[in-house]
């Protein structure tokens, strides 16, 4: 992977973004959004890391022009206990309010891809008014599931387990500790409307294999670097399944977390 943050205001070239907001690529609005702060991030900062704080600063950004300043405080109050890099957060969210006001799409998932050897951003965008409008209805769903039953849910599980190579790695990095066993799984639940999740974890299998090795060992300069699909599925035992029932009553509950 290509994780450097110096590579973030190269990936368009400089190109200038016209302030038309119709027909506007995000893309590369985002990389004009960046140029300020490409060298205000961590050292240890992948690029995916950098686009989705990004994104999370542009989408704050967003909701601080259409909430009472009141609560929108309340908010960031909660986000500084729980976000880290919060003073870099914090002036994103404004430069986003005072210079991009009038790009008002709200932000939904991002892929990084490489293209002649270049890395290549795409953005999903949603418009204001859906974007609100989802956000209603989500939470509406969750005032409504006192009634929960058992029942399909709407996702799709990728359930990876490490293997021996990833075992050995970590052994040779932790030489003193017996070589770990793994006896559990992690389960990640995805979108079920993804029609060939094979294909789809090809292109996103990465961001799965961050989170497994930050699981073990948080220094992301002694990650393996040239990671490859081929070395994902070596190195964990990948399972799929599109048919996910749940046998509780109790309606599913998360822990919120900002990145």
Not at 3 to 12: E, R, S
Not at 23 to 37: N, R
Not at 131 to 140: E, F, I, K, R, V
Not at 144 to 169: G, S
Request: no cysteine; glycine share 2%.
């Amino acid at each position: 992977m290509k994780a450097k943050k110096n590579k973030v205001i190269d990936l368009f070239r400089g190109k200038n973004v016209v302030p038309n907001t119709k027909g506007i690529s995000y893309s590369k609005l985002m990389d004009q959004f960046l140029a300020p702060f490409q060298n205000d991030f961590p050292e240890d900062f992948y690029l995916e890391d950098i686009f989705g704080f990004a994104i999370t600063a542009w989408n704050f950004g967003n909701m601080s022009t259409l909430m009472p300043k009141e609560e929108f405080e309340k908010t960031m109050a909660l986000a500084e206990k729980e976000a880290d890099s919060y003073p870099l957060l914090r002036k994103m969210i404004d430069h986003k309010a005072k210079k991009f006001k009038m790009y008002s799409n709200f932000i939904t998932d991002f892929e990084i891809t490489e293209k002649n050897g270049e890395d290549v951003l795409t953005v999903v965008t949603q418009e204001e008014e859906d974007y609100l409008a989802d956000m209603m209805t989500s939470n509406d769903n969750e005032l409504t599931q006192a009634d929960f039953e058992e029942n399909y849910i709407n996702r799709a599980a990728i359930v990876v387990k490490p293997l021996k190579p990833f075992a050995d790695w970590l052994f040779n990095l932790y030489p003193e500790d017996d070589v770990p066993e793994f006896k559990e799984s992690n389960i990640y639940l995805v979108n079920d409307e993804i029609d060939d999740l094979e294909a789809w974890l090809k292109k996103k299998f990465d961001k799965f294999f961050m989170l497994e090795l930050e699981d073990w060992h948080t220094n992301k300069k002694e990650w393996p670097q040239k990671r490859t699909y081929k070395m994902f599925k070596q190195w964990f035992q990948v399972e799929l399944s599109t048919m996910i029932f749940d046998m509780e009553k109790e309606p599913v509950s998360k822990s919120h977390e900002l990145f």
